[in-house]
């Protein structure tokens, strides 16, 4: 079975930029969830979509991310305008029952110079 | 707001030595998490530990959970190189599905 798939793998853009990051979850995993990890921070819950839809999105930031899935497959994670702060590592999971461990992708390190 | 630490955040071990990684949460939950990650590579999932007691073992590697302190202990049985790795005790609650927090990890290093 493949696993969880994020594009692209590094991203290095500057101040102002807009960027956006791609899962693709394991199919058939109604479940998608996205992470980061900036410098020197834990790995903190962004978001939750079950199919196309946001069951939690009580970790995004601020209105600079927008987040989708559209079809209830893969998923996309906007940043607009990228600010300094936003430099980390983005992962995205699945799972096909919500209490079940997620399988997480490889990340996706994002630089905003 | 629930939080988990982990110590030590750093640990050198030499092969063929044991050592042990805490973690303590701060607020009742019912599903601990070990993952591991590798350089560059996902989270993969160690154990998934849910009652008082539980005690779960994997190779060079136990986990346990004691829900009354809010601890969960990693034992490291004989380190080899391949262990070396960053662990990270993840927490969770059934009516949070799936919203995880994470500890700050552990980065493992084992010395021939």
């Known amino acids: 079975e493949a696993g969880v798939t994020q594009f692209p793998s590094h991203s290095v853009i500057e101040k102002g930029q807009t960027v956006t990051l791609r899962c693709d979850p394991i199919?058939?995993?109604?479940?998608l969830y996205w992470y980061r990890r900036v410098m020197g921070k834990e790995i903190k819950f962004l978001l939750h979509f079950v199919k196309e839809s946001k069951q939690d999105e009580s970790g995004m930031p601020n209105n600079r991310f927008l987040a989708e899935r559209t079809g209830g497959t893969y998923s996309t994670l906007k940043v607009q305008p990228a600010e300094l702060e936003d430099s980390g590592v983005y992962f995205c999971?699945?799972?096909?029952?919500?209490?079940?461990?997620?399988?997480f992708g490889n990340g996706t390190r994002l630089t905003v110079t | 707001e629930l939080k988990v630490e982990q110590n030590p955040l750093f640990l050198s071990m030499q092969e063929g030595k044991n050592y042990t990684i805490y973690c303590n949460y701060s607020t009742t939950s019912d599903r601990l998490y070990w993952y591991r990650q590798d350089p560059g590579k996902s989270l993969e999932s160690l154990f998934v530990?849910?009652?008082?007691?539980a005690v779960k073992q994997e190779g060079r590697l136990m986990a346990s959970l004691d829900t009354k302190a809010r601890l969960s202990t990693l034992h490291i049985t004989a380190a080899v190189h391949d262990l070396s790795a960053t662990y990270f005790c993840v927490v969770g609650r059934r009516t949070s599905y799936g919203k995880l927090t994470f500890g700050q990890g552990t980065i493992l290093t084992v010395h021939p």
């Open positions: 199919s058939g995993h109604d479940n």
């Open positions: 999971a699945s799972t096909g029952t919500v209490n079940s461990p997620l399988h």
């Open positions: 530990l849910l009652s008082n007691g």
